[in-house]
């Protein structure tokens, strides 16, 4: 069965630094979703991406974060200048279609920040 | 703004007995979605029923959708431990590309 696969599984990283989050959708997918969970708390929703762009982004994806589509398989959330705050469970997710919006999510990366 | 809200936060039950969730969401939606976590793993999805239906099976899940009250439940019959995870539902408000997820119910099935 296809899944949507991320990479790395766990991050550690300095604050300051930048991370790159890298994200493979299934493959016919079109819409493309960045989610983060801190501490198996709710699932919060980051950024939505379709056609090449961004479609909707929350009050959290501020100008630290970006996405990008780069190639025909990967989909990356960059963070430039990490906080404490940004560690979490970063979750990607993808959808075929917007009518039935049922996402497909991958397993994590679970960012640590110190 | 918080679109779901699960209600328990918590539920501990027998094997063997129903597991009633709810979900509480405040603007209009297109559909509800519930999902399942396993702990540290992604979401999966569980069943989607749209804004103009009022209930749905699927295996030992029944959702229920009450859209004047802006309210869904979700059952898990006759209960089993593999059922332990968090259980989260989530909504696409109107026009939005966003899909908005809960709080989320953890549901603990005990031997």
């Known amino acids: 069965e296809p899944e949507v696969t991320q990479t790395p599984s766990h991050q550690v990283t300095q604050m300051g630094q930048e991370v790159i989050l890298r994200c493979v959708p299934i493959?016919?997918?079109?819409?493309f979703y960045w989610y983060r969970q801190i501490l198996g708390q709710k699932v919060e929703f980051l950024v939505s991406?379709?056609?090449?762009?961004?479609?909707?982004k929350s009050e959290i994806f501020d100008d630290q974060f970006s996405v990008e589509r780069p190639d025909g398989s990967n989909f990356t959330l960059k963070i430039r200048s990490t906080k404490l705050e940004d560690s979490a469970m970063y979750f990607c997710?993808?959808?075929?279609?917007?009518?039935?919006?049922?996402?497909?999510f991958g397993s994590g990366t679970q960012l640590s920040v110190l | 703004s918080q679109q779901g809200e699960e209600d328990p936060q918590a539920l501990s039950i027998q094997e063997g007995e129903n597991a009633t969730m709810n979900c509480s969401y405040k603007?209009?939606?297109?559909?509800l979605q519930w999902y399942r976590q396993n702990s540290g793993r992604g979401l999966v999805h569980l069943i989607l029923?749209?804004?103009?239906?009022r209930e749905k099976h699927s295996g030992r899940l029944r959702v229920t959708l009450d859209t004047s009250k802006k309210s869904s439940s979700l059952l898990i019959t006759a209960s089993r431990a593999a059922d332990t995870a968090s259980y989260f539902c989530?909504?696409?408000?109107?026009?939005?590309?966003?899909?908005?997820f809960g709080k989320g119910t953890r549901l603990h099935i005990l031997p």
């Open positions: 997710a993808s959808s075929d279609s917007l009518g039935s919006k049922k996402l497909f």
């Open positions: 493959s016919n997918h079109l819409y």
């Open positions: 991406f379709y056609n090449n762009e961004i479609s909707e």
């Open positions: 603007t209009s939606i297109n559909n």
């Open positions: 029923i749209r804004s103009n239906e």
């Open positions: 989530a909504t696409d408000p109107n026009r939005d590309d966003k899909i908005i």
